[in-house]
């Protein structure tokens, strides 16, 4: 089984983060763990702790979220891009990923997957965010 990069990786964590925010604006019950496998095929601890991360500190994420947004909330969002911001944005604050790998990553993603004043947003409130609280 050939080892996915960092970078799809993020891609499968999105799609996951993604469903997860659909299952929950509608009230469907779900298990994590079957998401998680649902996607990934392999076991693996990047995905695992990447997903579970963003679930468990999602209301503090969504503060840090509102407050880089400009003029915006991140419930205005659409479900990916609300991904990619929570996976930014926990990346950041939790792990020891380069913030600049953290921030071009979501970048990335954003520009495959949003349109380009919403990865725009999300590059700006990584961005503010990372020099505000992380670079202090």
Known sequence: MEKLSRTELRKKIMTILYQINVYQKNKVS?????????????????????????????NEIDEIANKYLKNWTIDRLGNTDQAILRMGIYELKYTDTPPIVVINE????????????VRKMINAAL???YHDEIDA
């Not at 990335?108 to 004043?117: G, P, V």
């Open 127 to 129: 961005d503010a965010y």
């Open 30 to 58: 779900y298990q994590v763990e079957d998401m998680i496998k649902e996607v990934c095929e392999i076991e693996n601890e990047f995905v695992k702790d990447m997903v579970y991360g963003v679930i468990t500190y999602q």
């Open 106 to 117: 979501a970048t990335r993603l954003a520009k495959d997957y949003s349109d380009d004043d």
